[in-house]
């Protein structure tokens, strides 16, 4: 008996380390429940979820929906939002270790959390009770044992706390922040913004955006098209950073068995970027403004503090400076303080940052409006759009007027503060009845922006009469180049190249001496990392293009061993190359060290509900644990531009792919009976 029991603990002990070592290769089954009881529902709905991220739900009320929705997020995107939550509650800290102290300090010093506990508090009844029932339907998806056991939760040792309905605008405050593009007042002197770049909150963060791999706002796009065969359509690129999850889940709301809502919605709220409902479409630029200037001598600085409790449980006391009406006084660095200041310095005069953050507002009304067959204003972050009433006669813009950065020629206007927009609105006009099929714009990869700077560069080689055969077949390759940035093409690797050697502005500033030494630099530099043989020398490597796991930001030296592990497992990813900044499809270009935008969701729709609504982006399939992520090369999910969400499956169109094939699971939601 007693070698039978010896036999039998060795089994079992066998069968645990087996069980452990699956499930640390294997994970755990991320497939929903086939049925859950919840409370919060008003009766029975339907949640289908599809392996590329897409939820169709179908609800007997919108408030239904609502839930619903919360639902799926906590499913699909719990690592995203619950992250998202802690640095806008400026928390990350007692996550990562005090590595993570000042980005928890400008998350702070913003008052990310204290604005949207006040907003929250001013909101109407019915806004409110919306946003409460979404928190409920989050919380219910939290406590499922498939989300609750999922990797990063497991490696960082979450147990998730509840979600409540204000945390939504906090989300909403950092989504904001995040989406902030810079512009200074203009001053006598000029160091406005050089006061933010040696700050305190701009090093911090810098450090909060890497950690959520979430930036490059500025470069989005969003576009009115007219097409012959459906008529008006809107179009969105949305440059999300670097982050190899999904920022935004596609959705489609039925009520009782119609369509109602459909679009692409931001995890942790009920804001949807591009969207459209009974009253019409809509497509947000998703942008917000901040400005740097110096305060004057009759503002008067207020100072309040607040405490910090890292991982180890030590309190860090934060200093917050701000002026009467809610601007931030930025902190110079030490290091800085004697360059950066003079006679009329920067730490003399308090370099402050506006922003419309620092009120209490909020866009949750809008947020009430898309669920209540209404347009949104989308007004309070000063964000601007174009939609499309639901009559489908006419466009009209959303957002103050002043800010439209406009470009609108051949059929299609554009609606954009990206940098590039020079060179966008060159393309756009050169290309005229040889412009791409205006649904298919963001694809276009195609740049104006090297033309004479190649024809320029080809000829001082020519007239160099250059021997080295190197040289001549680089040469043989750009005079080729049809200055389409493909994933394909050996020249975009040597002209963005070259760049990084020589300005391509002004064309007529290229002497041969240049034009030879940039070549014969570009040659060393890729030779050096791709090998000799040109044909090596693809787009898809030379851009260098990597996506990154949420999370994995700035590290201690010693950090403790479960962020060790969370840091080990989740390792970058690269992706092939394609597109670049002055083409419409996008593409980092290769002179950015930092804040490399590799992710990019693109998009088109129409009006009416139901019709194929469009949209493509790159994503990281992290569907299981640590055994999948010790491949060096991990394959990457790129959706179909024509992946649908007005049915998973349905809305078909000619050169599209077939996503009826695509699994999909459904989750019955029941209500709880007293």
Same mark, same amino acid.
């Given at each position: 008996m007693r070698v039978f029991s010896i036999v039998l603990g060795i089994l079992v002990g066998v069968a645990a380390i087996v069980s452990v070592l699956i499930y640390l290769t294997f994970g755990i089954s991320t497939k929903p429940p086939d049925s859950v009881?919840?409370?919060?529902?008003?009766?029975?709905?339907?949640?289908?979820?599809?392996?590329?991220?897409?939820?169709?739900?179908?609800?007997?009320?919108?408030?239904?929906?609502?839930?619903?929705?919360?639902?799926?997020?906590?499913?699909?995107?719990?690592?995203?939002?619950?992250?998202?939550?802690?640095?806008?509650?400026?928390?990350?800290?007692?996550?990562?270790?005090?590595?993570?102290?000042?980005?928890?300090?400008?998350?702070?010093?913003?008052?990310?959390?204290e604005y949207a506990r006040r907003a929250f508090d001013e909101l109407q009844?019915?806004?409110?009770?919306?946003?409460?029932?979404?928190?409920?339907g989050i919380n219910a998806g939290l406590k499922l044992d498939q989300v609750r056991a999922s990797a990063p939760l497991v490696l960082m040792e979450i147990d998730p706390e509840p979600w409540e309905a204000w945390h939504s605008l906090s989300v909403e405050r950092l989504w904001g922040w995040l989406g902030a593009s810079f512009e200074t007042v203009p001053d006598p002197d000029s160091l406005a913004l050089?006061?933010?770049?040696?700050?305190?909150?701009?090093?911090?963060?810098?450090?909060?955006?890497?950690?959520?791999?979430?930036?490059?706002?500025?470069?989005?796009?969003?576009a009115a098209v007219e097409n012959n065969d459906s008529g008006k359509n809107l179009l969105f690129r949305y440059v999300t950073g670097d982050t190899g999850v999904p920022v935004f889940q596609p959705f489609a709301i039925d009520i009782d068995g119609r369509p109602r809502l459909e679009g692409i919605s931001l995890p942790g709220t009920l804001f949807i970027p591009a969207g459209r409902n009974v009253a019409g479409a809509w497509a947000d630029l998703n942008q917000s403004r901040v400005s740097v200037h110096f305060s004057s001598p009759s503002d008067s600085i207020h100072i309040t503090f607040d405490r910090i409790t890292t991982s180890r449980n030590r309190e860090e006391l934060v200093k917050i400076p701000f002026l009467?009406?809610?601007?931030?006084? &930025?902190?110079?660095?030490? @290091?800085?303080?004697?360059?950066? +200041?003079?006679? /009329? *310095?920067? =730490? !003399?005069?308090?370099?402050?940052?506006?922003?419309?953050?620092?009120?209490?507002?909020?866009?949750?009304?809008?947020?009430y409006k898309t669920f209540n067959d209404q347009l949104p204003d989308n007004t309070s972050f000063s964000m601007s759009g174009i939609q499309i009433p639901g009559d489908g006669l006419s466009f009209r813009w959303s957002g103050p007027a002043s800010e439209l950065k406009m470009?609108?020629?051949?059929?299609?206007?554009?609606?954009?503060?990206?940098?590039?927009?020079?060179?966008?609105?060159?393309?756009?006009?050169?290309?005229?009845?040889?412009?791409?099929?205006?649904?298919? &714009?963001?694809?276009?990869? @195609?740049?104006?922006?090297?033309? +004479?700077?190649? /024809? *320029?560069? =080809? !000829?001082k080689i020519e007239d160099a009469r250059i021997i080295n055969v190197r040289i001549k077949e680089a040469i043989d390759y750009i005079r080729a180049w049809d200055q389409v940035f493909d994933r394909a093409s050996i020249a975009a690797s040597l002209i963005a190249t070259i760049s990084q050697f020589y300005s391509v502005h002004p064309y007529d500033s290229l002497t041969t001496e240049n034009a030879v030494d940039g070549l014969q630099a570009a040659l060393d530099t890729l030779s050096g990392q791709y090998g000799t043989d040109m044909r090596s020398w693809r787009w898809e490597s030379v851009q260098n293009r990597w996506l990154y796991f949420p999370g994995d930001g700035v590290r201690s030296?010693?950090?403790?061993?479960?962020?060790?592990?969370?840091?080990?497992?989740?390792?970058?990813?690269?992706?092939?190359?394609?597109?670049?900044?002055?083409?419409?499809?996008?593409?980092?270009?290769?002179?950015?060290?930092?804040?490399?935008?590799?992710?990019?969701?693109?998009?088109?729709?129409?009006?009416?509900?139901?019709?194929?609504?469009?949209?493509?982006?790159?994503?990281v399939s992290y569907t299981q644990f640590l055994g999948r992520f010790l491949a060096e090369n991990r394959s990457v999910d790129r959706l179909s531009l024509y992946s649908t969400v007005g049915g998973i499956g349905t809305g078909q169109s000619g050169n599209t792919a077939n996503t009826s094939t695509e699994k999909t699971w459904s989750t019955t939601l029941i209500p709880e009976r007293n």
């Open positions: 009881v919840v409370q919060g529902l008003s009766t029975v709905s339907y949640v289908r979820f599809s392996e590329t991220g897409t939820v169709r739900i179908n609800a007997a009320t919108l408030e239904d929906a609502a839930f619903s929705l919360g639902f799926s997020h906590a499913v699909n995107h719990s690592w995203e939002i619950l992250l998202m939550r802690q640095a806008a509650l400026g928390r990350l800290s007692e996550w990562f270790t005090s590595v993570a102290l000042p980005e928890d300090k400008l998350a702070r010093k913003l008052r990310l959390a009844p019915d806004v409110a009770g919306l946003l409460n029932t979404y928190a409920r050089a006061a933010w770049e040696v700050s305190e909150e701009a090093a911090a963060d810098r450090s909060l955006r890497s950690r959520l791999h979430v930036f490059g706002f500025q470069e989005n796009i969003v009467s009406d809610g601007r931030l006084v &930025l902190t110079i660095m030490d @290091q800085h303080r004697e360059t950066a +200041s003079g006679a /009329d *310095s920067v =730490v !003399a005069r308090s370099a402050v940052l506006e922003w419309p953050g620092f009120r209490i507002n909020s866009n949750a009304p809008q947020w470009i609108d020629f051949n059929g299609v206007i554009l609606l954009t503060e990206s940098q590039n927009r020079t060179f966008l609105n060159d393309l756009l006009r050169s290309r005229e009845d040889k412009l791409v099929e205006p649904a298919n &714009l963001f694809l276009d990869s @195609q740049s104006d922006a090297f033309v +004479s700077f190649t /024809d *320029s560069l =080809v !000829a030296d010693n950090p403790p061993r479960h962020v060790e592990q969370f840091v080990r497992d989740f390792t970058p990813v690269r992706v092939a190359g394609h597109g670049h900044p002055t083409s419409f499809s996008w593409g980092p270009d290769l002179s950015k060290r930092q804040f490399r935008s590799s992710a990019v969701w693109n998009g088109r729709f129409g009006v009416e509900l139901g019709s194929v609504f469009e949209f493509s982006h790159e994503a």
